[in-house]
Nanobody
Framework: QVQLVESGGGLVQAGGSLRLSCAAS????????TGWFRQFPGKEREFAAA???????YYTDSVKGRFTISRDNAKNTVYLQMNRLRPEDTAVYYC??????????????????WGQGTQVTVSS
């Protein structure tokens, strides 16, 4: 069971940047697709971005051009660089990993392993 630990959340002003990190406990993390989901107050988790084992990236429309997902397999870590943040990006951000064959699914059910979440707050 891979363990995921997120870090990098915090409070930032609108227009600012944050970089989230997701560190995995397994050396085989490179064999997992990894995604970032976010949960807005009172809402269910929704897909933000994902990266496949071979580096294909996927984004929800609202973050395209502002967020960049990347991975460093040597460090067993996936990053989410978030630029030009908006107040509507305020949410708890969760890292998730999929051990299955991943082709860009945005469904949380297709990710088997989850971190504990990190709060991102963007002030106006």
């Amino acid at each position: 069971q891979v363990q995921l630990v997120e870090s990098g959340g915090g409070l930032v002003q609108a227009g600012g940047s944050l970089r989230l990190s997701c560190a995995a406990s397994e050396r085989t993390f490179s064999s997992y697709a990894t995604g970032w989901f976010r949960q807005f107050p009172g809402k269910e988790r929704e897909f933000a971005a994902a990266i496949s084992r071979i580096g294909n990236t996927y984004y929800t429309d609202s973050v395209k051009g502002r967020f960049t997902i990347s991975r460093d397999n040597a460090k067993n870590t996936v990053y989410l660089q978030m630029n030009r943040l908006r107040p509507e990006d305020t949410a708890v951000y969760y890292c998730a990993a999929s051990s299955g064959y991943y082709t860009g699914s945005r469904k949380s059910d297709d990710f088997q392993h989850w971190g504990q979440g990190t709060q991102v707050t963007v002030s106006s």
